[in-house]
């Protein structure tokens, strides 16, 4: 009887400590993130001696459909070129240049024009020479990374639908030096002039031969809203004032002839310091929809190029931990991008070409930026933090204690289980009741008070956790579990030994003020 006692404090004493949660504290940790960087933008490469050179742009007007550009009508043109003297480079020399392109574009042209070897009485053959071309967004290209590339020596380099921002171009020159005819080439330098063509739509058209609609849709901030939540609507178009919703079939773009599809862009802008947000959009309509959705951040999407896709049920960028798709049927397409990438976002429409007409359903659409998905699907508080810089404002849900997920939708436990854990675990503290009755029995009374009063408090201390009722803060409850279960211990111990009373109440003492300290410090 007498083992029973210490044994069971010691497991209520190790459950209450293993359940004991700290939510008047956080906890910090800190990161040291070295980024190594040249001190002039001009001068790159792994010690800061590779110049790059900026191409000079100019806007060339109206493309007339001749040139490398043949073809494209109705498009606008900014050419940029190098400095033919300085485009001279040696046999594996690599040479890198640099333009920023300003606004939605349709296609990048890289090529070359005037390729001369030296020295000009040179034995070789240009036609053999290898002039390889690396493209990369935003950052360095190399031969072995790279976004795009190509021989601009067979062909220009093509890049439909770049992104908006700073572009990088090496050009490296291969195969100078090559027996040709029995003969050794004394070809040492390859020189040439870099032409790079973009190619703009007019206000309000994309896609090939600017054939398609486009839009840029205003932002509309929501009421009585958390900062940066907003609608995303056509300027002028017709929109549903209670939801906020648009009407697509009267933006769409026509099918070309013989066409199976079109194309409809729609642009928004995701403002600087929103990044934390997540970008919702929907379609809804009253007929099986024939839409597929393409979203891309920073230049136009296409089959073969975008961020984010949505086909079907089957068929979306469903892998991403970034992309959600909730409740998407025939009639319906409701997904979310989260945490979503702060700048011009394209979100294009591919309407299928079918025998039904446009006009014979309505579809609505409605994309805003939003705080937390599905507003915590009403099982939590969206809370909100700024980032160590203060500039960007990202948002979470803080979960009720049936709930879990990032937007709180997945019930770890229902409420009628809720309901028999709490019970169970408060009733559970009712196991006091057999050290205090042999306490009782043994006319241990100190011991008596300490076991009945850890029994209570214990309770009292779940009961709180689980949610039930607070007899007092959850700090106190808290401060009291663990204390006198840790009494309760230490009293069963010393009643054990036999050494006198007096040293009996003073270890007694000591013990009690030093699990206090430890108590209250944690």
Same mark, same amino acid.
């Given at each position: 009887m007498l083992a029973f006692v210490p044994i069971h404090l010691i497991v209520v004493l190790h459950y209450c400590y293993v359940l004991q949660i700290v939510r008047n504290r956080a906890y910090s940790f800190t990161a040291n993130i070295s980024v190594e960087g040249c001190t002039t933008s001009t001068m790159q490469?792994?010690?800061?001696?590779?110049?790059?050179?900026?191409?000079?742009?100019?806007?060339?007007?109206?493309?007339?459909?001749?040139?490398?550009v043949s073809g494209f009508f109705n498009q606008s043109m900014v050419l940029c070129r190098n400095n033919f003297e300085t485009s001279c480079h040696g046999d594996g020399e690599m040479k890198i240049y640099s333009l920023e392109i300003l606004r939605i574009t349709e296609s990048l042209t890289i090529s070359v024009q005037n390729l001369r070897l030296r020295p000009l009485d040179s034995i070789g053959n240009s036609s053999r020479i290898y002039l390889m071309c690396f493209a990369r967004y935003g950052a360095m290209p190399l031969a072995t990374l790279h976004d795009y590339s190509g021989d601009l020596n067979q062909s220009p380099l093509v890049i439909r639908f770049p992104k908006v921002g700073q572009w990088y171009i090496s050009i490296l020159a291969l195969h100078l030096a090559k027996e040709i005819g029995g003969a050794l080439s004394n070809?040492?330098?390859v020189c040439y002039s870099l032409e790079v063509q973009e190619l703009e739509c007019p206000l309000g058209k994309a896609g090939p031969n600017c054939s398609s609609e486009r839009y840029m849709l205003q932002t509309v901030l929501r009421? @009585?809203?958390?900062?940066?939540?907003?609608?995303?609507?056509?300027? /002028?178009g017709d929109v549903i004032s209670d939801a906020l919703n648009f009407h697509l079939e009267p933006l769409l773009s026509n099918y070309s002839v013989g066409g199976l599809d079109s194309w409809? @862009?729609?642009?928004?802008?995701?403002?600087?310091?929103?990044?934390? /947000?997540?970008l919702h959009v929907r379609l809804m309509s009253d007929r099986k929809m024939n839409y597929e959705i393409y979203a891309r951040n920073g230049g136009l999407?296409?089959?073969i190029n975008w961020d984010y896709y949505y086909v079907n049920k089957t068929s979306s960028s469903g892998?991403?931990?970034f992309f959600v798709l909730y409740n998407s049927s025939d009639e319906k397409v409701d997904f979310y991008i989260l945490y979503v990438k702060e700048g011009i976002w394209n979100i294009a429409l591919r309407h299928l070409n079918s025998t039904g007409d446009i006009s014979d359903g309505q579809t609505t659409m409605s994309i805003s930026l939003e705080r937390c998905p599905k507003r915590c699907s009403y099982h939590g508080a969206c809370k909100s933090a700024l980032d160590t810089s203060g500039l960007t404002l990202y948002s979470f849900c803080a979960c009720d204690r049936n709930h879990g997920g990032f937007d709180c939708s997945i019930e770890i436990v229902s409420h009628q289980g809720h309901i028999w854990q709490s019970i169970a675990l408060i009733a559970s503290n009712a196991a006091a009741v057999f050290p205090a009755f042999w306490a009782l029995r043994q006319k241990a009374f100190a011991e008596w008070v300490v076991y009945t009063v850890s029994g209570i408090s214990s309770g009292l201390y779940h009961a709180c956790d689980v949610g039930t009722w607070c007899?007092?803060?959850?700090?106190?409850?808290?401060?009291?579990?663990?204390?006198?279960?840790?009494?309760?211990?230490?009293?069963?111990?010393?009643?054990?030994t036999t050494i006198d009373e007096v040293f009996k109440r003073a270890i007694h003492t000591a013990v009690a003020i030093l699990t206090a300290l430890m108590a209250i410090t944690k």
């Open positions: 490469g792994q010690y800061c001696n590779q110049t790059i050179e900026l191409l000079s742009c100019a806007r060339s007007g109206n493309s007339s459909g001749n040139g490398s070809v040492s330098k009421k @009585y809203s958390t900062p940066f939540e907003s609608y995303y609507l056509p300027d /002028g409809t @862009y729609f642009l928004l802008d995701v403002p600087r310091g929103a990044a934390g /947000g997540n999407p296409s089959l892998d991403s931990v007899v007092l803060s959850f700090g106190v409850l808290q401060f009291m579990d663990f204390w006198l279960s840790f009494m309760a211990v230490v009293s069963t111990f010393i009643y054990l």
